[in-house]
């Protein structure tokens, strides 16, 4: 029997003065894990031997130059680029910002040429980041635009009992309420839904959605965003088949426990969805980009300067997110390998001059199309 194809996975090592290179070496140190996938990361071989070295971490890596070259069974280190990086561990620069843009920008460029099947993210600085080729407010903003091919992303963060999508994401607290709109919630809902049934193989999700304001607005006395968008986008999504409820205040709804009931949660904004979350998935929570062409996941903590060159960062979330974008990645094969080839639907109806059955348009169109055959004008009627 032929023997399964490993998985790769494109492995950006993110802020090098950060914990990045830590969580990774440290997760990939495993042996054994080399059994479930192939590993690319596209960093700095230099940067990884001085944190290996500095953290006395037992992981080998083979460089390599382009992914082509990625062998199974091994730690495939690409080098994304020739200028030495000065490492300042535990503190922000540009330098460290520029190294993490890079390597992003090349695993973009390799997966469009199919190099490799999944992407796993370490943590950037949003602001040393910033450049004329990078604008954006995180990683989602930027790979919706290089990989969306005009797809919507949806950022979702989850463990295996909890999964929190967000209708807005990096926006200050200041502009939210303004970027609540029905067409948005129906939007990121409904990319939840799709991304719930293919992703995760759940066949009829519930999904909670939250309230924008305290109490869900009170009957109108806190806010009227709950009466005039938000329940009415809800209605909408219900008449699209999508199951979803609400709107639900986020403190009750959290503290109660009532996140269980369902598949899913819709937060309105950041904080709102992820600060629960994060309190509630402690250190096995991942965050995933859904919606987008490319699986794309990542640990759900950032830079962490303050422990950074320790040795004491916990590389749990970031395992999980490699294996999280292992099972996507198969769960979106088995789901779509069935849709692959469908059946041609093949329609008839009934005249009302006996029990003469016709061909409809559709129907006609693939006859020929199989039998190279013209149908006549009678055979038309």
């Known amino acids: 029997m032929e023997q399964e194809k490993l998985i790769r996975v494109a492995i950006t090592h993110g802020d090098t003065n950060g914990i990045g290179y830590e969580v990774i070496l440290k ?23 001085y944190y290996r070295k500095a953290l006395d971490l037992p992981t080998n890596f083979s460089i390599i130059n382009s992914a082509e070259e990625a062998k199974d069974g091994r730690v495939n280190m690409l080098t994304t680029f020739d200028d030495e990086v000065k490492v ?126 305290p109490h869900a607005g009170d009957g109108g006395v806190l806010g009227m965003e709950e009466q005039e968008i938000i329940r009415p986008a809800i209605i909408e999504l219900e008449k699209k088949g999508i199951q979803a409820f609400g709107p639900y205040a986020a403190d009750g709804f959290f503290g109660s426990g009532g996140y269980a009931r369902f598949d899913g949660v819709l937060a309105m904004y950041h904080d709102q969805g992820l600060a629960p979350f994060k309190t509630l998935a402690l250190d096995n929570g991942i965050n995933f980009t859904a919606g987008l062409p490319v699986v794309r996941t990542s640990p759900d903590h950032g830079t962490a300067y303050d422990i950074a060159g320790k040795g004491i960062a916990d590389e749990q979330s970031f395992r999980q997110a490699i294996y999280m974008a292992v099972d996507i990645f198969r769960n979106r094969c088995h789901y779509d390998e069935p849709l692959a080839n469908p059946l041609p639907k093949l329609y008839h109806e009934k005249r009302e001059d006996g029990d003469k059955q016709r061909f409809t348009v559709r129907a006609k169109d693939q006859f020929k199309r199989e039998n190279k055959e013209d149908i006549t004008p009678a055979e038309m009627e």
């Open 27 to 49: 997760t990939l140190a495993d042996p054994n894990i080399l059994e479930l996938f192939t590993p690319i990361i596209y960093g700095s071989p230099k940067v990884a031997a």
């Open 88 to 213: 300042d561990i535990g503190h922000p620069s540009q330098e460290a910002g520029m190294a993490a843009l890079k390597a992003l920008d090349r695993a973009v460029e390799d997966y469009r040429k199919g190099l490799f099947d999944v992407l796993v993210t370490a943590p950037i600085n949003k602001n040393t980041i910033q450049s004329d080729k990078f604008h954006f407010p995180g990683h989602t903003e930027y790979l919706e635009e290089r990989l969306g091919d005009g797809k919507k992303s949806l950022m979702v963060l989850m463990n295996d009992t909890l999964r929190v999508a967000l209708v807005t994401t990096h926006l200050p607290i200041k502009d939210v309420a303004k970027a609540i709109t029905k067409e948005a919630i129906m939007e990121k809902a409904t990319i939840f839904h799709q991304t719930l049934r293919r992703d995760l193989r759940i066949s009829s999700p519930r999904i909670a959605v939250l309230s924008l304001n």
